[in-house]
């Protein structure tokens, strides 16, 4: 297929998210409102804004980890109310690290990341092994598959956690501030690996408040503020406008940040699931 005709095909193909006026929330309060935009095969979107301007309520919504509060909401063409194929979507949480508590080889918890895709009673098969092994290759930690993963560095973790959510064989991986609390270094390593999986086709949403670290990857910028979207385009675009007017005009915490983000860290990590592996 020629690059031409696969551009057509990826836009002749539904959007693998669409939201159309959506809110999201928790309980009865709204933290995402009313905000409209879709993503597309192939595109590396990075989804920034100050704190409690409801980027991770945003993404905590398509994984039905916040409440849809209004407006429509559309995963790979379904709506979200039937949608069921889950493990299209990879996802990997804000947190910095793994719990020291865990005792489990890095192989191990890469190998989680294939339980959604058989029943609870099918042992692993030679594909799954085969995938996990790949998906280590893909974050650079195929020589560590043996070791404790309590033992390897925060942003080891990271790259352990992209490889599970990568197991999974997702159409679309959704990582919430992959760089948070990872030193320069680190993040250099994990741009690398973005910029490989983008090298294979990978689209991905990217929560993050480093764009800097990923200015090699990112295709498409959305700014979010108070719960609306108030830029969307091209990384020029941004680096010519927005950005600078997001400088000179400063942004606040309001009380309301630290709610969001408490609320969300009650929120615990899904495994999606999946009856049929096809």
Same mark, same amino acid.
């Given at each position: 297929?020629?690059?031409?005709?696969?551009?057509?095909?990826?836009?002749?193909?539904?959007?693998?998210?669409?939201?159309?006026?959506?809110?999201?929330?928790?309980?009865?309060?709204?933290?995402?409102?009313?905000?409209?935009?879709?993503?597309?095969?192939?595109?590396?979107?990075?989804?920034?804004?100050p704190n409690g301007s409801g980027k991770s309520t945003l993404v905590k919504g398509l994984l039905g980890l916040s409440e849809h509060l209004g407006g429509e909401v559309l995963?790979?063409?379904?709506?979200?109310?039937?949608?069921?194929?889950?493990?299209?979507?990879?996802?990997?949480?804000?947190?910095?690290?793994?719990?020291?508590?865990?005792?489990?080889?890095?192989?191990?918890? &890469?190998?989680?990341?294939?339980?959604?895709?058989?029943?609870?009673?099918?042992?692993?098969?030679?594909?799954?092994?085969?995938? &996990?092994?790949?998906?280590?290759? !893909?974050?650079?930690?195929?020589?560590?598959?043996?070791?404790?993963?309590?033992?390897?560095?925060?942003?080891?973790?990271?790259?352990?956690?992209?490889?599970?959510?990568?197991? !999974?064989?997702?159409?679309?991986?959704?990582?919430?501030?992959?760089?948070?609390? &990872?030193? !320069?270094?680190?993040?250099?390593?994990?741009?690398?690996?973005?910029?490989?999986?983008?090298?294979?086709?990978?689209?991905?949403?990217?929560?993050?408040?480093?764009?800097?670290?990923?200015?090699? &990857?990112?295709?498409?910028?959305?700014?979010?503020?108070?719960?609306?979207?108030?830029?969307?385009?091209?990384?020029?675009?941004?680096?010519?406008?927005?950005?600078?007017?997001?400088?000179?005009?400063?942004?606040?915490?309001?009380?309301?940040?630290?709610?969001?983000?408490?609320?969300?860290?009650?929120?615990?990590?899904?495994?999606?699931?999946?009856?049929?592996?096809?």
């Open positions: 297929m020629s690059m031409s005709s696969a551009h057509d095909t990826a836009h002749a193909a539904p959007p693998l998210v669409e939201l159309r006026s959506a809110s999201f929330g928790y309980g009865d309060r709204v933290v995402v409102d009313r905000v409209s935009l879709e993503q597309r095969a192939g595109e590396v979107v990075a989804l920034l804004g995963l790979f063409g379904t709506p979200i109310e039937r949608f069921r194929d889950k493990p299209r979507i990879g996802y990997v949480p804000q947190r910095h690290s793994l719990s020291q508590t865990v005792r489990a080889t890095v192989r191990e918890v &890469v190998a989680t990341g294939r339980l959604a895709l058989r029943p609870w009673w099918r042992p692993a098969a030679a594909v799954d092994a085969t995938t &996990v092994e790949r998906a280590l290759e !893909a974050v650079g930690l195929a020589d560590r598959a043996g070791e404790d993963v309590a033992a390897l560095s925060g942003g080891q973790q990271r790259r352990v956690l992209i490889a599970r959510a990568l197991a !999974a064989g997702p159409d679309l991986l959704i990582m919430d501030e992959p760089t948070a609390g &990872v030193d !320069a270094a680190n993040q250099r390593v994990l741009a690398d690996v973005l910029a490989g999986l983008v090298d294979t086709g990978t689209s991905m949403l990217v929560v993050t408040h480093e764009l800097d670290a990923f200015r090699d &990857v990112v295709t498409r910028i959305v700014c979010m503020d108070r719960g609306h979207v108030d830029f969307d385009g091209d990384p020029a675009a941004y680096a010519t406008g927005h950005r600078s007017h997001e400088r000179g005009s400063g942004h606040h915490h309001s009380p309301d940040d630290t709610r969001e983000a408490g609320l969300a860290a009650v929120v615990s990590d899904p495994l999606p699931t999946r009856e049929e592996n096809r």
